[in-house]
């Protein structure tokens, strides 16, 4: 009896702690999720003023103007932007007031700059001033007090912008959870060497350590382990205290020499075949109780695996709100076939244009090209055996979050 996919993604998001928290300057924590909600501490603005460059005035002194009869008043004070006393308006004048300056007591309205001679003495304005107008009222965009941003917000510019507003210099955030990739199999070599027959280039470590950090965690990338115990163990053994999860790959088919089945044969881990393609051999526990999990070897089995089970479950330890890939639906340009009792992902482009999705390269697990031009996982049910061209199939978005 296989394990479902959905009963895999579940054992692997138990495991996975939920992420620390960390007290961190805007524009280091731009990028990562708020922990806990900001409550404003001032109101935005803070001070009625002013909306335009002109003049801070009465509306009834101004009701008459008209271009051909102005209204004349003098200019009893200048307020630029940043000046902190409280100037009054005094009956029968007006301020010259800059965009953003406080507006001084007693007025109750702005005229623009273009509707006056702009005269610094006197002022001549041709047009009448609705009461109110061009005036930014403290607290009409946030209030002291008000709940500005919850807990599980991702902040980009426009809530960095609003923090900043709000005089905050640092805010809690969650912090990247701490991820080793480690890549076993005596096969691989490091990038540069020269292959020798039978030898092959680790591609897993890389991808998975990219994998990690495009997800918002941190990756730790060690050197790939080859097919021995103790190697695999010494590996494990000395990042143990640094990390918070352990991902490897390779090891655990049903072949011989499996070194991460072998290695963890007395640990806590359970090693199960998930009904999916690709992807079958896969296993989760603990190693000396940090977390673990293990993805088959073959790189596209590997990437895969950690799109359906650890990026969705990093990503919601990590508080973002949307774990998961964006599922569209999406029309089939081809026909294809798919395993009764597996759940496929096929790699494929999805062109939101036309909303039609086309396969990309085979179903085997090793070919990477295909990958590499891919945008899309087809997500084929365990049950579906055909699709024909034309039918709705659902779509992993890649390129979302
Ligand atoms: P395994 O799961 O160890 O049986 O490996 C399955 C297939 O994936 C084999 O063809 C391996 O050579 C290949 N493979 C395993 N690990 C890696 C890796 N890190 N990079 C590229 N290919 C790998
Ligand atoms: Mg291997």
């Known amino acids: 009896m296989l394990r479902s996919v959905a009963e895999h993604q579940r054992i692997v998001a138990e495991l996975i702690p939920a992420a620390r928290t960390a007290n961190l ?158 890549s076993t199999g005596s096969e691989l070599v490091t990038a540069g060497e020269r292959l020798q027959h039978g030898q092959i280039y680790d591609s897993n470590g890389p991808m998975l350590a990219v994998a990690v950090q495009d997800c918002g965690a941190e990756a730790t990338l060690l050197h790939f382990v080859a097919d021995d115990i103790a190697a695999l163990h010494a590996a494990l053994d000395e990042q143990l205290g640094a990390v918070d999860l352990i991902v490897t790959t390779g090891g655990v088919s049903a072949g011989a020499y499996e070194v991460v089945k072998d290695a963890l044969a007395e640990e806590d881990v359970v090693f199960a075949k998930v009904a999916m393609q690709p992807g079958m051999p896969q296993g989760a526990g603990r190693y000396r109780g940090v977390p673990i999990v293990t993805f088959p070897g073959n790189p596209i089995s590997s990437l895969v695996s950690f799109e359906v089970f650890l990026r969705p479950a990093l990503r919601a330890a990590m508080g973002y709100p949307s774990a998961r890939r964006p599922v569209l639906a999406a029309r089939l340009r081809e026909p294809l076939d798919s395993p009764r009792g597996r759940r496929q992902f096929r790699r494929g482009t999805f062109d939101a244009t036309t909303g039609e999705a086309a396969l990309m390269g085979a179903p085997a697990s090793h070919f990477l090209y295909a990958l590499a031009h891919s945008n899309c996982l087809l997500d084929i049910g365990e049950e579906v055996e055909h699709l024909e061209a034309g039918e709705l199939v659902d779509v992993w978005d890649l390129r979302g979050c």
Not at 41 to 67: H, K
Not at 82 to 101: F, Q, S
Not at 110 to 133: F, K, L, N, Y
């Open 25 to 182: 300057p805007l524009r280091a924590a731009a990028g990562r999720v708020l922990a806990g909600d900001q409550v404003a501490a001032v109101a935005l603005p803070s001070f009625d003023n002013s909306a335009m460059d002109g003049y801070a005035v009465r509306a009834a002194e101004i009701a008459t103007a008209t271009a051909s009869a102005p209204v004349r008043l003098p200019v009893a004070e200048d307020i630029p932007a940043g000046r902190v006393d409280r100037p009054v308006l005094a009956k029968g004048t007006v301020h010259r007031i800059m965009t953003g300056a406080p507006l001084p007591t007693g007025a109750d309205s702005v005229v623009q700059v273009e509707h006056t001679d702009g005269g610094v003495e006197t002022v001549a304005i041709s047009e009448p001033a609705r009461a109110g107008a061009h005036i930014r009222r403290s607290g009409e965009d946030v209030r002291s007090g008000d709940r500005v941003l919850t807990d599980g917000t991702p902040l980009g510019p426009a809530q960095v912008g609003l923090l900043a507003a709000l005089g905050l210099a640092a805010v809690p955030v969650y912090a990247p959870l701490r991820v080793l990739v480690l």
